[in-house]
């Protein structure tokens, strides 16, 4: 019975320390869901204030990389287009003739915990594009002529 005695401790120690790496594999993971949730809501949100902003404002990406849930978002990830009633993208758009505008969220990767570094590239997994096209609105112009302050 002596040389028994120690054992459950051994085991204690080793089940314990697979169930923690199982349990920190799942957060991991649930915080990558979250974190492509976050991008795609700051990709809605960029869209909308696109469709009743002025055209091009250049706040609008400012102010979507500032208030992103994570901070992988930055305005160079995202990009803002304003397309006609054919959703062809206008070099020029002019407010008369948008009918939709398009916001994307493009080249943004998520780094897993070290445990998980055999996805992707060394745990760096690129997150795909997302994508929101939504009708215009006012684009900054009310009835009197005159430019809201977004």
Known sequence: MKKVKGI???EFTVMSSFLMMIMLA???IG???FSMQAVSESVRAAARMAAVCEINDT???TF???????SSVGEANITIEYL?????VLAAPVAEDVRFVRAR????????VALLSFIGD????PMPSFETTIPSESLGQVPNDTDTDC
């Open 31 to 33: 915080y990558f869901m």
């Open 84 to 88: 006609d009633e054919g959703s062809n």
């Open 122 to 125: 060394s745990g760096v997994l």
């Open 59 to 61: 706040g609008i990406k």
């Open 26 to 28: 799942i957060a991991s």
């Open 8 to 10: 459950t401790i051994i």
């Open 64 to 70: 979507v990389a500032n208030t992103s849930y994570i």
């Open 105 to 112: 969220a493009t080249d943004l990767n998520y780094r897993f």
